[in-house]
């Protein structure tokens, strides 16, 4: 992709805690799936050995919520609700059949991936909360039993409901032709901005001529 034709959509340092994230949540639920499902036990080696698994899990989980945070501070406004959004939530049908509609307004993220956004940021919150009620080396003992048992409960269920969003999310980042483009080299081309991201495309163009007078 030449350089005229391409974009700066994701900056250095999101990208670099996206990808760090990523290697952490996926020893984080490994290690848990392995204690949530007993076929799946053998997974408890993924941190070395299973008492490791117990050491590592959560510490490796609190900085899985703190590189989410650092995402949040810094995308949190691009992921705030706006009316336009309903224009592509009407159209989601024609969305999910990968008909590129002329005129959805979409700005640098769709409704959909605004939802994800606030579905992580939701979900790993629960985790931590619930995951520092039942950490049984420090905070456990501090809560009665079926506290424990409540925050057991919703820390499995919790993350469960994380993978599963993160499967679909992982999904969709490969799934729409360009898109990884954005987590990786940083930059998207103008044509993808365009179809992906109509509203936010006009937005950057706008600002690119204002400041270097290119058409
Ligand atoms: C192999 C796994 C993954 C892939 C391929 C992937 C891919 C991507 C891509 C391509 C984007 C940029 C989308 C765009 O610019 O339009 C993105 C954004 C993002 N990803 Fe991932 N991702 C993965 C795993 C994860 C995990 C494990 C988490 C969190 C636990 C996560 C959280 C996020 C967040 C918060 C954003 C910003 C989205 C927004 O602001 O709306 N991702 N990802």
Same mark, same amino acid.
């Given at each position: ?23 952490? %949540? ?19 080696? @993924?941190? $070395? ?15 899985? %919520? ?31 059949? $990968? ?12 409704? $959909? ?20 009620? @039942? ?32 499967? $679909? ?6 799934? @729409? ?39």
């Amino acid at each position: 992709m030449k350089k005229r034709d391409a974009i700066l959509r994701t900056h250095f340092a999101d990208r670099i805690c996206h990808w760090f994230m990523v290697i952490c %949540f996926l020893l984080v639920a490994l290690s848990g799936l392995s204690w949530f499902f007993p076929t799946m036990n053998w997974l408890n080696g @993924v941190l $070395g050995t299973p008492q490791m698994a117990r050491i590592l899990h959560p510490i490796l989980g609190i900085v899985v %919520f703190l590189a989410l945070m650092f995402l949040f501070v810094r995308l949190v406004k691009y992921n705030l609700p706006e009316r336009e959004d309903l224009i592509w939530i009407a159209n989601i049908k024609s969305v999910l059949q $990968g008909k590129h509609m002329k005129g959805l307004q979409i700005g640098k993220y769709n409704a $959909g991936q605004k939802l994800l956004f606030w579905g992580i940021m939701s979900l790993i919150s629960l985790l931590l909360i619930s995951g520092l009620v @039942v950490w049984r080396a420090y905070f456990a003992e501090y809560f009665p039993i079926p506290v424990i048992r409540i925050g057991l409960l919703l820390h499995s269920f919790a993350g469960i409901c994380l993978i599963l969003l993160i499967m $679909g999310h992982a999904y969709m980042g490969f799934w @729409v032709k360009g898109s990884i483009d954005s987590m990786i080299t940083g930059y998207v081309s103008k044509l993808w901005a365009k179809t992906h991201h109509d509203r936010w495309y006009k937005k950057v163009t706008t600002k690119q001529t204002k400041t270097t007078g290119e058409k």
